[in-house]
């Protein structure tokens, strides 16, 4: 079954405008705060999106769905990890993405929104990675 990645892509492209808008906006700027809301909830749904997308991506190298079902969003990229899809430091920088949106949910604070900002290029770099990964899954599952 081909996994659809559109959602996905247009919440990266979503992401990627907003965080270029913001770098020319200056930080006492009501659009700056406007710009950089956008990208927070943004880095949260491409999260939450990128667990969902790589369980579907992993589900060959179980024995049942319910198995990868049973996984946690660091484990998921742990075995992606042991299967090759991903580097060993993409694999941590994964990990501190979500040890970072763990943190959204207790500190919307502007030490927490800064420290996102700057994860942010190779987040995007990164979510662009997964987008490639499920593109050579879809075609592997066509041949």
């Known amino acids: 079954m081909k996994i659809d990645t559109e959602y996905y892509e247009r919440c990266i492209e979503t992401l990627q ?62 075995h992606a990890n042991l299967h090759s899809l991903i580097t060993n430091e993409a694999c941590e920088r994964w990990m501190k993405y979500r040890d970072n949106r763990n943190t959204t949910a207790h500190d919307y604070g502007v030490g927490f929104v800064e420290e996102t900002l700057t994860l942010l290029p190779s987040f995007i770099s990164d979510a662009l990675d997964l987008v490639e990964i499920i593109k050579i899954q879809n075609n592997a599952l066509k041949g």
């Open 17 to 78: 405008k907003a965080f270029t808008l913001l770098q020319q906006e200056s930080t006492d700027s009501i659009h700056y705060d406007i710009y950089r809301s956008a990208c927070i909830k943004e880095f949260e749904l491409i999260l939450e999106q990128s667990g969902k997308l790589l369980r579907k991506v992993l589900n060959p190298y179980f024995h049942t769905s319910k198995e990868v079902g049973k996984l946690n969003f660091k484990d998921l990229f742990r």
